[in-house]
T-cell receptor, first 109, second 114 residues
Framework: GQNIDQPTEMTATEGAIVQINCTYQ??????LFWYQQHAGEAPTFLSY????GLEEKGRFSSFLSRSKGYSYLLLKELQMKDSASYLC??????????FGAGTTVTVRA | TAGITQAPTSQILAAGRSMTLRCTQD?????MYWYRQDLGLGLRLIHY???????GKGEVPDGYSVSRANTDDFPLTLASAVPSQTSVYFC?????????????FGPGTRLTVL
């Protein structure tokens, strides 16, 4: 089976930076995804990494180290609207994804 | 563009009854997926279809069946519902080709089995 671990909860202050870590052990590797999910809504795509290194997209960045089975999502200049669950997902092969349980981020004023 | 639609939005179902959750996408995506999401367990894949006419089992397929008669529709059927199938069900689709191939999710169906 696939094993994907991420912290359950994190709390940060508005304007701060938060880093959500994700470690994985999977039968194969063909890409890592981060999704954002607000309460009661569908997950929406944030980022995709398939090669080692940092991918930056506005206030959000995602990092991947394939040799360490490790990724992180970095949220900068936190806003209240960033309060949500962040899902780490690995694509071991073809098109299917294996998801971690998600990290709930609470942004406080 | 609607993207992916799911119906119903929510449903309360008596144990032992059957039900079909509907999913339709208008993006002409080849691949479609059904997930259930339970607190503390994240999204778990039930069934998937890489292209019209083919289906496959995911991580938790027992008690569920799917069909893929055409590109747009991917219904999920519970033949005889049990309380453990109480969950939020998400349908998703992706292009089903190489590269990025991110999945797009529908709004979900909240199912309660009593």
């Amino acid at each position: 089976g696939q094993n994907i671990d991420q912290p359950t909860e994190m709390t940060a202050t508005e304007g701060a930076i938060v880093q959500i870590n994700c470690t994985y052990q999977t039968s194969g590797f063909n890409g890592l995804f981060w999704y954002q999910q607000h309460a009661g809504e569908a997950p929406t795509f944030l980022s995709y990494n398939v090669l080692d290194g940092l991918e930056e997209k506005g206030r959000f960045s995602s990092f991947l180290s394939r040799s360490k089975g490790y990724s992180y999502l970095l949220l900068k200049e936190l806003q209240m609207k960033d309060s949500a669950s962040y899902l780490c997902a690995v694509r071991p092969n073809d098109y299917k994804l294996s998801f971690g349980a998600g990290t709930t981020v609470t942004v406080r004023a | 563009t609607a993207g992916i639609t799911q119906a119903p939005t929510s449903q309360i179902l008596a144990a032992g009854r059957s039900m079909t959750l509907r999913c339709t996408q208008d993006m002409r995506h080849n691949a479609m997926y059904w997930y259930r999401q339970d607190l503390g367990l994240g999204l778990r894949l039930i069934h998937y279809s890489n292209t019209a006419g083919t289906t496959g089992k995911g991580e938790v397929p027992d008690g569920y069946s799917v069909s893929r008669a055409n590109t747009d529709d991917f219904p999920l059927t519970l033949a005889s519902a049990v309380p453990s199938q109480t969950s939020v069900y998400f349908c998703a689709s992706s292009e089903g080709r190489g590269g990025h191939n991110e999945q797009f999710f529908g709004p979900g169906t909240r199912l309660t089995v009593l």
